[in-house]
Structure formats: structure tokens, C-alpha cells
């Protein structure tokens, strides 16, 4: 046991008195980087440490936004403060809202889209039902091809009446005889029918941008194509002598008929003129016209249509009831065989026999009625078991078939068609035409 001594190193024994405790230093403050800042808790709700402490507003979605109970939004409130949500209230935007609620001001007129009808789309990206720029881009060639027939039509009128009474101004009185100036007349009409034909194929082509060169070509079609189309129509022929007598009778019943054309004498020289032009100029010039620059520009958005529509016209322009129908007819047959075969050549070829049978059996008929009848009677039944025979096999090997229209041609065919005015109009004319044609009994 050691002894403590006083200062004076005397050594009085003085009892040892325990040194007193003194408290560790305080651990440091675990929330700040900084130790001169006032050492309080985090702020649960700021990121930055300097913003006053105070418990989120409720109503800003700005945390510098002056702290303040929510405005008044009613000017009229007897009821003090608006009812208290769950959330935050929407206020609308309008006028009465404060600036620090208002939207940001539209200097510029926004957009306003109009929610408007799905419009279907093909798979390549066209719509199915053409839009106003597309429609109007479509009807331009209907415009045009029935701005062309209406004015190839209006020429044929036109200048025939011209060169009628120039040729009988002349002829009148120098002696000739009528039958003369009948075969004047007819040479004027072969030429007039000829240019007014021609020419307007030129001009519809160049205005649509067409091009009728390629389509006299023989490299598309076979021999056997361009055979088997000459006997379909031979056969059809004769099945047209019954679609005129039903034609007739039907008409018959109403005390109606067709108005026939007198039996004139005719020179040998004017029925050569006409036989040739039935034969070899009509067949050529016809069949550029309508299944050439009518048929294509019908048919660049609705092949099927352009078919139909094409052999209307074709009918139509022919001016009589009975030739209406039948021709119309032919004007199928021949667009399904331009079409499939992709040239003139078989039309021209189909369209000039059909022709000369029918120049021929006229011939026949004028010269002895009896064996022109015998004929007629032979021709009519033969040709109809022909034709219904040609007819099933053309239908089993889809030769004659009708192409089949989607939804997206169908959209674009006779809708926008019918909305044409010039189509309009010239159909128009020719039903009046084949009207004045009928006469009662």
C-alpha cells in the first residue's frame, strides 16, 4: 500500500481522494457534412437543407410557391371553403382561374382533331375508300373518256349534216340521178365516221397519256385463242337473231316496234363501200376507239368495270334497241378477249368475220329470199347448240370469265363513274336516241 505525502514532502499520511469523472465528448452528428450547421433532424420532405421546414403543401405542384390555403373559385359562396378531396381538386381552365393556376397563354391556335370514321387500308397502304384528291384524280378519266365519245358522237352529227346538204345543194338540179347522190352520201359517211373515230382515239389517248402502239402486238395470244374467239362470236351471232325476236315481241305487247329502215335500192358501187367499211374499216377504227382508249382508261382502277362500262357505250352508240343488246354483248365478249389476250389484233379479227357473215348473209338474202331464209333458219339453231356448247367450255377454262373486283376496285369503278357528267350526258343522248327509234304499230 503506498502512502501519499503533502507538498511539503513530510510524511504525514492524508487519505486519497478520487479524481473526478469527466464525460466523454459527444459522438458527431451523423446527418450533416457540415459541423457549424444547427444540428437538427433531416427534413423528411426537401432534398435541398436550406428550405424552411415545413410540412408539404398539398396543393402545389411547385415547392417554391408561396404556402397558402387554397383560393376561393367561387364568387358566390355562402358555404365558405370548397369541399375537401382526397387529392388535390381539378380546377378547369378558364378565366376566373388565378394566374398561378392558369395554363400558359396559346398565342397560336391550337389544331383541333376532329375524331373522324376508321378508314380501312389494304395491305400495300391504300385506303379502301379513295380520298377526295384520289377520287378526284380517278374521275378525270372517266371526264375524259366520255368527253372524248361525246364529241366524236356530236362530230359524226355534226359533219354529216354538213356534207348532206353541201352534196344535195350541188347535185340539186344538175340531172343526177338519186341513187348517185344516195352513194355520195354514203362515201361521206365512211369518211366522216372513219376520221371522227380515229381522231378522237388520238386525242383521248394524248390527253390521258395513253399509248395505242403496244396494243398491236401478236406476240400475247395464240392461234388457238384467236381461233376459238372467232367461233364464240360466229355462235353468238346466231343466238343474237333470237335475243332480237324476243326483243320484238316483247315490244309487241306494249303496241310498239322497232323503227325499221326502208329497203332502197342501192348501187353496186355504194354496197361495195359500205360492205368494206362493215368489214375491214369499222372492225379497225371501232375497236381502237372502244377497246382501245375507252376500255383502257375504264379500266386502270376497275378491270371489270372497264369491261361492262365499255360494251355499254359500245351498245348504246349503235342507236336502236335491238342492236343495243346485241352489240352490248359483243362489246363483252371482244373487251374479255383484248383483255386476256393484251392487244387489238383479236377484236379487229373476231369483229371484222362477224361482219362480213352478216354482209355476207345479207347478200344472200337480197339476192334469193328462200335460200337466205333456209340459211338464216340453219344458222340460227346450229350456231345456238354451238354457242351454248363453246360457251360451258369457255367458262370451265375461264377464257370468257369476268376478272374478279376487290373491295378497293369496287370503291373506284362505277361510284365514281356514275358522278361523271359527261358520262351522264351521253348516256343520256343515246337512250333518247334509241326512244325516238320505237314507234307504235
Known sequence: MDNNFNNNGEGTFIPKTPEPQVAPPPPPPQYYANQGVQQ??????????????????????????????????????????PQQYAQAPQYRYNQQVPPQYAPPPQYYRQP????????????????????????????????????????????????????MGIIESVTDGMGIPELTVNTYISIAMVIIYVCCEFGGSLLGSKLTNMRLKPLFTTKTFSVGFLLFGIAFILAWQAVEFFVL?????????????????????????????????????????????????????????????????????????????????????????????????????????????????LSLMSLIYQSNETVGDTIYFIWMFAGAVIFIFMAIIALIKGIYKLPKKTELQRNRGAKIAMTSIPILILIGIEIIEILLNIETL
Open 40 to 81: 437538427t433532424p433531416p427534413p423528411q420532405y426537401y432534398s435541398n437543407q436550406g428550405v424552411q421546414q415545413t410540412p408539404p403543401p398539398q396543393y402545389y405542384a411547385n415547392q417554391g410557391v408561396r404556402q397558402a390555403p387554397p383560393p376561393q373559385y367561387y364568387a358566390n359562396n355562402p358555404y365558405g371553403q
Open 112 to 163: 383541333q382533331y376532329v375524331p373522324s370514321p376508321a378508314v380501312a387500308v389494304q395491305e400495300n397502304g391504300i385506303p379502301l375508300i379513295p380520298r377526295p384528291e384520289e377520287r378526284k384524280f380517278i374521275k378525270r378519266f372517266y371526264n375524259c373518256t366520255g368527253g372524248i365519245l361525246l364529241g366524236v358522237f356530236g362530230a359524226m352529227m355534226l359533219f354529216l349534216f354538213i356534207a
Open 245 to 357: 325476236i324476243i326483243t320484238e315481241s316483247g315490244l309487241n305487247i306494249f303496241d310498239l316496234t322497232m323503227l325499221g329502215t326502208d329497203e332502197e335500192p342501192v348501187t353496186a358501187f355504194e354496197t361495195a363501200v359500205m360492205t368494206i367499211y362493215s368489214v375491214i374499216l369499222a372492225p379497225i377504227f371501232e375497236e381502237i376507239l372502244f377497246r382501245g382508249f375507252v376500255l383502257k382508261n375504264l379500266s386502270r382502277f376497275n378491270v371489270r368495270f372497264g369491261i361492262i362500262m365499255s360494251a355499254i357505250l359500245f351498245g348504246l352508240f349503235h342507236g336502236n334497241l335491238s342492236q343495243f343488246i346485241g352489240a352490248t354483248c359483243f362489246g363483252v365478249i371482244v373487251a374479255l378477249t383484248t383483255v386476256k389476250a393484251n392487244s387489238l389484233i383479236p377484236a379487229i379479227v373476231m369483229h371484222s368475220v362477224g361482219n362480213g357473215m
